[in-house]
């Protein structure tokens, strides 16, 4: 059954722990959060071809590609990977994701082959610093002018991601911590920050659309009922995965959606996140 402009909540990045909790778990979930398509993925890891594994055990009357799955029910789980770059900026690629890539990669190489594969290209929490304060701190000034030439080159072909976990009031507090150990670094709301760029860039003639997203870390079951806390919401239309994926990064570019933008709890940001980060040695995967 073909979709024919239904309105959809979605939900753009998901860090799946599949050895936690099965396909079904996140369905299920997926049906208590009203979720219609949702973006499953790792950090410099390709997990797609387990989630189509289990989805062959589970729903064998699935449609699937490259692009993403399409459930018995309707919903969508659409084919994803973060990456860290060279430049320290990670990125995500939707609708499609490759292996040969690692955090020696060039951003515009894992751009360029993203596009080309007709991906939607996400440049993810764009204004943190995943080096030195290992996403506490904000970027340098050059990585900012740096940022702001990647985006006006490829205005109109990538987004900019407003990120749930990036709890301005945490990283306050992070900061001063860090400061108390002489780290000096620089800081701002990286939310607010980034929809400024995005506004001085439209107003140069860009076109950077801001999606909201959870960035959830879904270390157990539980945790899966947090997903689309922050998402987007736009009609969409077609049978197949990529015909519905397609019409929604149309949609995106268009700026036919709106963002529903709130952040995780404290509660959860702790658990799934500042515990594995402060203790990387006692967890797999400590970033997702």
């Known amino acids: 059954m073909a979709l024919e402009n239904k309105k959809s909540n979605i939900?753009?990045?998901v860090h799946a722990f599949l050895d936690k909790y099965d396909i079904t778990d996140i369905t299920r979930a997926m049906g208590v959060t009203n979720i219609n398509i949702?973006?499953?993925l790792a950090l410099n890891d390709s997990i797609y071809s387990k989630v189509v594994d289990e989805v062959r055990k589970q729903y064998p009357n699935s449609r699937k590609n490259g692009c993403g799955i399409k459930l018995p029910t309707g919903k969508c789980i659409l084919n994803a990977r973060e990456y860290s770059t060279r430049e320290d900026f990670h990125i995500l690629t939707i609708g499609y994701s490759f292996d040969n890539a690692n955090h020696k990669t060039e951003i515009r190489k894992i751009i360029d082959n993203g596009l080309e594969n007709k991906a939607l290209v996400?440049?993810?929490h764009p204004l943190v610093d995943n080096g030195e304060t290992r996403t506490a701190g904000h970027i340098s000034e050059e990585m900012k002018y740096n940022l702001e030439r990647i985006c006006k080159e490829y205005s109109g072909h990538i987004a900019l991601e407003w990120n749930a976990y990036s709890k301005p009031w945490i990283r306050e507090c992070l900061k001063i911590y860090l400061n108390m150990f002489g780290s000096n670094m620089i800081y701002h709301d990286i939310n607010h920050e980034m929809e400024k760029l995005s506004e001085k860039?439209?107003?140069q003639g860009c076109n950077l659309p801001v999606l909201a997203d959870t960035d959830l870390h879904a270390r157990d079951e539980e945790k899966l009922l947090d997903m689309g806390t922050s998402r987007i919401i736009t009609s969409v239309e077609g049978e197949s995965p990529e015909e519905i994926f397609s019409s929604m990064?149309?949609?995106?570019f268009e700026g036919n959606y709106e963002n529903v933008k709130k952040y995780v709890s404290l509660k959860h940001i702790i658990g799934a996140?500042?515990?594995?980060?402060l203790f990387p040695n006692h967890f797999e995967k400590p970033r997702g």
Do not use: Q, S, T, V
């Not at 996140?273 to 980060?277: N, S």
């Open 249 to 252: 990064k149309k949609n995106i």
């Open 273 to 277: 996140y500042c515990i594995p980060m």
């Open 11 to 13: 939900e753009l990045h």
């Open 38 to 40: 949702l973006a499953l």
């Open 201 to 203: 860039l439209k107003e």
């Open 122 to 124: 996400i440049l993810d």
